[in-house]
């Protein structure tokens, strides 16, 4: 397989970034604005206001590649906190602690801050790089 989409990955890796970035934004949304969802946030000065925060501004950098490294370590930080305080408690598998998500986010946030933007990203334009 990696003979016929090996040519892609720079492309393959930009989506992959835009969709995990997309999705991200996504539950900062639904904690900070209530969308999408029932309409119900959480208080903003509290600890889901603050990953609501670090997940919509973070999600946003990650989606269109801006400090998108910087972005993506917090974001695993963040997920790596989820998973410990949140889900662990529960017992350690994430399968059964409902915590696969959150240690899914996590490396995949920690190989984007390892990797960079990549094309199609603001900083591959500041950088003046190729686009892809």
């Known amino acids: 397989m990696e003979k016929y989409l090996g040519k892609y990955s720079p492309?393959?890796?930009?989506?992959?970034?835009?969709?995990?970035?997309?999705?991200?934004?996504?539950?900062?949304?639904?904690?900070?604005?209530?969308?999408?969802?029932?309409?119900?946030?959480?208080?903003?000065v509290s600890l889901m206001g603050f990953a609501g925060i670090i997940e919509l501004v973070g999600g946003l950098m990650i989606l269109f590649g801006f400090f998108a490294s910087w972005a993506a370590f917090i974001a695993s930080g963040e997920m790596a906190v989820a998973f410990f305080k949140a889900h662990a408690p529960q017992g350690w598998n994430p399968v059964m602690n409902e915590g696969e998500t959150a240690v899914l986010y996590c490396f995949l946030f920690l190989y984007i801050a390892a990797h960079g933007a990549g094309i199609w990203s603001v900083d591959a334009a500041r950088k003046g790089e190729h686009r892809g």
């Open 11 to 44: 492309q393959l890796y930009a989506i992959l970034r835009i969709v995990a970035g997309g999705m991200f934004t996504m539950h900062g949304s639904q904690k900070l604005l209530g969308w999408p969802g029932d309409g119900n946030t959480v208080e903003l």
